[in-house]
């Protein structure tokens, strides 16, 4: 039996009352929040000036603290490259010609608009309608199976045949959430065009998603997607729609829906003697967000381990695509993120300034890190364990901080007495020392802590956690403000948030004293996500770096899942699920709309350049 020793700091946890006092703590935290989550950090957006702001700021605060920079160039900042959300900088337009010099011009904003899938630059090329653009081997259906599209525009029909009815399950409407065939998402017929190397797309709403205006896809809809493929898309109304098929075809686009509902089969045709010229003023940046990383040296045998904690300092910026909650309205203004993730950037500021005076500290190294890139995929945080600044084989634990700023009680009893403040700790199952830790914290501060045992979840700890490193993830749960512009400093609690560092400070002290360092547990099982997924759940980790366009490649497996159980390994690419082709994440989630729990799938990957197919029971 191996014997594990327990720090001063510990012990300490379980028989030191805490008492309300504040030492200056709130006026440090107030300044440094409303500073990050103010005007001048423009929601710290990863495309905005003001995340440079930010990050001079936390660097700064760093350096005053006495925390070392961990940059390879001595500086704080490790650089890394993404690209910025596509933005329309300049003219855009559209115009059709036809036989007998006839020509279609059309409008900006009246008649079409590009969605946010689109690249910049011009097309000037031949059309094909192509229904639905679906491809379903699996239906023995094929819209393109009888037309040559390579180097052409598309006009592709949103949603199925047959969109408001209920029929035989071949485009079954009515079998999954919210009425949605796995066939009517719009990234799965973008990567079908794609497959089929299509030159440009224009897509036209069908008569069920059309409204009495038709009205045109916002740009910042589809914004946020990433695709490796650049071409031209746009959104066309429908009038001028039909008058192109209608001199193109012969037929006007209700009388091809017509044709294609009575008989299931596709009306697919070439456009012949027409061609589409296009501008698209659309610009992709390349940019180099940064992670800023220091460090204060430990003393003693441990001094050549590592403690990391850290905290995301990005956010929304101007409420960039389908990230921000707040509907179209909150488009265009800022997204102050003060709570997601102001407060925990702030939290570990105040620790490495209370760490920072500590002179002679012994035990481990203490890393801080505050990621960017966060709300993009984690980008940041996978950047750093691809890429790590201290090993990560003598890491023994990273903290992570992430909405910490709403320490809110809980609901009244039966006799009226508020509950105690609900702190959420996930990744308690992840190390063997953590449970008596947190039941130390639990105590001492006064809280009802949700354990949530598993490494994995939409924050920066989960890009530890798949390298194998304990974690833990202090988070005080969502609210209506999440990921809008009111989340604002001034609904900050910081009472709450001053607790939350006083907490983190003892943690994190015995975690860098304790003489046997915390052992990494597999959870088998996955942590509570917040937002519910389509469909069933594989438990497959997506790769959201990952822009090959063959497939999604996944990260893994989690421990004790279905896709575990199913053979699936790290690097695998999805290609098709039951048939429906996979060329991206949201095109995975797209294809598992409609399946249900216990019902095999067969699911081909791509592994080492070879496909196979491998069965899995969601």
């Known amino acids: 039996m191996r014997i594990r020793y327990l720090s001063l700091a510990f012990l300490i946890l379980f028989v030191t009352p805490v008492f309300a006092q504040d030492d200056g703590t709130l006026g440090r935290l107030k300044k440094d929040i409303f500073y990050l989550a103010g005007p001048e950090c423009e929601g710290r957006g990863v495309e905005t000036k003001g995340l440079d702001k930010a990050a001079d700021y936390i660097a700064a605060s760093l350096k005053a603290s006495g925390v070392q920079p961990a940059g390879k160039d001595g500086s704080y900042f490790q650089p890394f490259a993404m690209t910025a959300f596509p933005e329309v900088i300049g003219k855009t337009s559209l115009a059709f010609t036809g036989p007998d010099e006839k020509t279609l011009t059309l409008k900006e904003k009246e008649d079409f608009q590009p969605t946010g899938y689109s690249s910049g630059g011009n097309l000037d090329a031949g059309i094909v309608y192509v229904g639905h653009g679906i491809t379903a081997p699996n239906l023995k259906y094929d819209d393109y199976a009888d037309v040559d599209v390579k180097g052409k525009w598309v006009i592709v029909i949103r949603r199925t045949p047959r969109p408001d009815v209920e029929r035989d399950g071949r485009f079954d409407t009515v079998a999954a959430i919210n009425g949605e065939s796995p066939y009517n998402a719009i990234r799965l017929k973008f990567d079908n065009a794609v497959d089929h190397k299509a030159a440009g797309i224009i897509f036209v709403s069908d008569p069920v998603t059309a409204d009495d205006a038709d009205t045109l896809i916002p740009f910042n809809a589809h914004q946020y997607e990433d695709v490796s493929t650049r071409l031209p898309v746009v959104h066309m109304k429908r009038t001028a729609a039909s008058r192109l098929l209608k001199e193109g075809l012969g037929k006007t686009l209700q009388e091809l829906e017509a044709e294609n509902d009575k008989t299931l089969k596709p009306n697919s045709a070439v456009l012949n003697g027409w061609a589409g010229q296009a501008e ?87 890393v801080f890190i505050l990621f960017s890139g966060e709300e993009r995929g984690l980008i940041g945080s996978k950047f750093y364990a691809e890429h790590p600044l201290f090993p990560l084989d003598k890491t023994v634990a990273m903290v992570n901080l992430d909405m910490v700023g709403r320490l809110r009680p809980g609901p009244g009893d039966w006799l009226g007495f508020t509950q105690k403040p609900q702190l959420q700790i996930w990744g308690s199952g992840t190390g063997d020392t953590f449970g008596r830790t947190i039941d130390a914290a639990e105590n001492r501060y006064g809280l009802k802590v949700k354990r949530l045992p598993g490494g994995t979840g939409p924050s920066d700890h989960d890009s530890f956690y798949r390298k194998k490193i304990p974690v833990l993830f202090f988070f005080t749960d969502y609210h209506p403000q999440y990921h809008r512009p009111t989340d604002t400093p001034d609904t900050i609690d910081l009472p709450g948030l001053a607790l939350i560092v006083n907490l983190t400070e003892d943690l994190l002290t015995d975690l860098s004293t304790a003489l046997a360092p915390p052992k990494y547990i597999e959870v088998k099982e996955e942590s509570t996500r917040p937002v519910a997924m389509p469909g069933v759940r594989l438990g497959v980790r997506p790769d959201y770096t990952y822009m090959g366009g063959d497939g999604m490649r996944i990260d893994g497996a989690t421990p004790g899942s279905a896709a575990e159980k199913a053979g699936f390994k790290e690097g695998d690419v999805i290609d098709d699920i039951d048939g429906v082709p996979v060329r991206s994440v949201n095109g995975y989630m797209s294809a598992l709309v409609g399946k249900k729990p216990g019902n095999t799938l067969e699911v081909t990957v791509i592994r080492g350049g070879k496909k196979m197919k491998l069965k899995i029971t969601p």
């Open 280 to 366: 698209m003023g659309v610009e992709r940046r390349a940019i180099e967000p940064k992670n800023i990383v220091g460090y204060l040296e430990g003393s003693g045998p441990l001094a050549e381990e590592t403690v990391v904690v850290g905290a995301h300092y990005d956010h929304l910026g101007y409420g960039s695509g389908r990230l921000s909650a707040g509907g179209p309205n909150a488009q265009g203004k800022v997204h102050f993120g003060a709570d997601d993730n102001g407060s925990g950037t702030t939290a570990v500021l105040e620790l490495a300034r209370r760490f920072g005076v500590m002179k002679n500290r012994r035990g481990r190294r203490i």
